[in-house]
């Protein structure tokens, strides 16, 4: 995995001024050549890797909207998560105020403590 070093910018941090590792993405791989690729690995058609892709993502995106956790197996768990302002008092919380926004958590399958997920990743500075 490459990465580049780059100074903190956000002044409200208390890392401000300090630097940090972030990952460098060369690329983005679109759905497409993730279906030549499991197509050539299974030998099912393209045709039904495809609707195959398009039901998992409808039904993983509407549990998760419906507040579900959801584990795929050997891969791991994705959940939302909502991303709001503090309040002092929660009587004068309001939803279309202090929310933010919605973001979608990963967490990698772990077994025994290890996530296959991140073996063999090497670091390199870009």
């Known amino acids: 995995m490459r990465y580049r070093i780059k100074k903190e910018t956000k002044p409200s941090l208390p890392t401000f001024g300090k630097y ?4 460098v993405h060369n690329q ?4 497409d050549k993730l279906v030549k690729e499991i197509a050539q ?6 045709g ?5 892709m ?6 993983v995106n509407d549990h998760l909207r419906e507040g579900d956790r959801v584990r ?5 768990l994705m959940k939302l998560e909502i991303e709001s302002e503090k309040v002092d008092n929660p009587k004068t919380f ?3 105020k202090h929310i933010r926004g919605v973001r979608l958590h990963f967490l990698p ?4 403590g290890t996530q296959a997920l991140y073996e063999g990743i090497t670091f390199e500075k870009d």
């Open 94 to 96: 309001r939803a279309n």
């Open 109 to 112: 399958e772990s077994y025994e």
């Open 20 to 23: 940090k590792a972030v990952a």
């Open 54 to 59: 398009m039901s998992v993502a409808e039904v």
């Open 48 to 52: 039904n890797i495809i609707g195959v």
């Open 72 to 76: 795929l197996q050997d891969w791991g």
């Open 41 to 46: 690995r299974t030998g099912f058609s393209e």
């Open 28 to 31: 983005t791989i679109e759905s």
